[in-house]
């Protein structure tokens, strides 16, 4: 398994939008036939996504960590997704959010955190240094949790958005792109829908 950046992506790898990294990380799922299939299921998956997201992920992973991912990693950033998701659509939609979700990121977040350990030996003055001992993976689902904190609280900046184009499930940042889709892809299929929905309405006005 190559983990260079430019990897090619494996069977089933979600695609990449260069969204913030929550909105990056909702999106690792892929629409297929109505049902939401794991795009980072598989640690090949899981380890290409890390790495192609590197850019946006301030804890550093090693080649050691990224050959090292278990099914319970799989599983721990699959619960942290699906409660992501919840919540994305619970803000889109102005709807209640479920408990279930919020309790979930909330634990996530307060895991890991650094604290401060004193330093002081003979011969030397007093210092500090932050220690953490959350493995590197956990750390990046705090980051995660974190910065879906920020975007859901109104601290990021970021416009959310879900995608409008026929069948999409993915989540935007509407500053970025200042349009109803996630993509072009979408928006030339969003197109083609209304195009389609238009020529429709007039044969059957034609019909009437
Ligand atoms: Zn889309």
Redesign the pocket.
Known sequence: MSLETHAPAPAGAPLIHGEPLPLEFANTVLPVRGELRNGIGTPEQLAWWLTACGDRIATPLSGHVLHAITSADIEQFAALRHATRGLLDSRVHQCPPHPWDVALVNRVSSVGRPWPQLLWTDGAPPSVQDVCTAPPLVRVQVEIAHGLIELLSGGSGVELRA???PG???F?DHTRSRRA???T??GN?ARVARHYARRQARSQAART
């Open positions: 995608c409008e184009a999409c499930v993915f935007f889709w996630c993509s892809g979408c299929r």
